[in-house]
């Protein structure tokens, strides 16, 4: 990317998946200068081409303040965070000391982890923007993405347990469950998707059944939208069908699709179901 000193200059904080390609583009489109701060261990390195080397750099999660100061030595104002981070190498930082120091007297460490960060940035003079606000195309809507559409009983077992969902999703464990028979059978937890795939299946053989429920995945009410919303992509969609399982319930307007074309065409490949409710 050629930087141009009258576009307008965005920042973006690049996890994992292909989230941070689809924003890169997007940035090529509307004509903005693009610098990318790469997480390092999730970040995908060939994301520096869709930028140059002098936009580029990757840093430790846990380096925020070298983060800030690469960002407003390039002259960026607004700031989006993208892509996931699930393996990101660890560095000892005086920021982690001083999150860790704020963490121990705050009950819900998921949802206190991303005011710590954000406040950082808020403090610094950047703003943090949220993905919705600059790339709505990206989130789903209400009602199903595809072709395929869930069951009434499905639409019901949710509804049904949507007190338990919430009271689950408030303990910052994580944003998803299980649902079979009108019954939560599994939590997701640090480990993801696959694991909570593989223990609710499990736990559905040990009740007598051999496919069949549906995953709910919320984002945490309350929590700071510019972070860490739900992701479905096309991994999400292949784990749930390989083990038989029928769609997936999220909320709309608050859960992001990684790659909506190739999703779509999965789940209706597949035969499974992405439905966005309001909440």
């Known amino acids: 990317m050629t930087t141009n000193g009258n576009a307008p200059k965005i920042g973006l904080i690049a996890?994992?998946?292909?989230?941070?390609?689809?924003?890169?583009d997007w940035a090529k489109r509307k004509g903005c200068d693009l610098y990318i701060a790469g997480i390092k261990g999730e970040v995908e390195s060939?994301?520096?081409?869709?930028?140059g080397s002098a936009n580029y750099e990757e840093f430790y999660v846990t380096q925020i303040s070298k983060v800030i100061r690469f960002f407003k030595r390039k002259g960026v104002k607004d700031v989006v965070m993208i892509g996931g981070i699930a393996k990101a190498k660890i560095k000892p930082t005086l920021d982690l000391a001083k999150i860790i120091a704020r963490l121990l007297?705050?009950?819900?460490?998921?949802?206190?982890?991303?005011?710590?960060?954000?406040?950082?940035?808020?403090?610094?003079?950047?703003?943090?923007?949220s993905i919705q606000s600059v790339m709505p195309e990206l989130l789903i809507g209400t009602g199903a993405l595809g072709k395929v559409t869930p069951a009434?009983?499905?639409?019901?077992?949710?509804?049904?347990?949507?007190?338990?969902?919430?009271?689950?999703?408030?303990?910052?464990?994580?944003?998803?469950?299980i649902i079979y028979k009108?019954?939560?059978?599994?939590?997701e937890n640090v480990k993801?998707?696959?694991?909570?795939v593989k223990r609710a299946v499990a736990k559905r053989r040990e009740l007598g059944g051999g496919s069949g429920g549906?995953?709910?995945?919320?984002?945490?009410?309350?929590?700071?939208?510019?972070?860490?919303?739900?992701?479905?992509?096309?991994?999400?969609?292949?784990?749930?069908?390989?083990?038989?399982?029928?769609?997936?319930?999220?909320?709309?307007?608050?859960?992001?699709?990684?790659?909506?074309?190739?999703?779509?065409?999965?789940?209706?490949k597949l035969g499974v179901f992405v439905y966005g409710v309001t909440l």
């Open 214 to 268: 549906i995953m709910a995945k919320i984002m945490e009410p309350g929590q700071d939208d510019r972070v860490d919303l739900p992701v479905v992509g096309t991994g999400t969609l292949e784990t749930i069908a390989k083990y038989g399982f029928t769609g997936v319930i999220v909320e709309a307007g608050r859960t992001i699709v990684d790659d909506m074309a190739d999703t779509i065409a999965l789940a209706d």
């Open 15 to 24: 996890g994992n998946r292909r989230l941070p390609f689809q924003f890169a």
């Open 46 to 51: 060939s994301l520096k081409n869709e930028v």
């Open 152 to 177: 009434d009983e499905d639409v019901e077992a949710f509804k049904k347990n949507w007190e338990a969902i919430l009271k689950y999703i408030r303990t910052g464990t994580g944003q998803a469950v």
């Open 192 to 196: 993801g998707t696959d694991d909570i």
């Open 105 to 129: 007297v705050m009950k819900n460490k998921h949802k206190g982890l991303f005011t710590i960060i954000m406040s950082m940035f808020d403090r610094s003079g950047l703003t943090v923007k």
């Open 182 to 187: 009108g019954e939560i059978i599994a939590y």
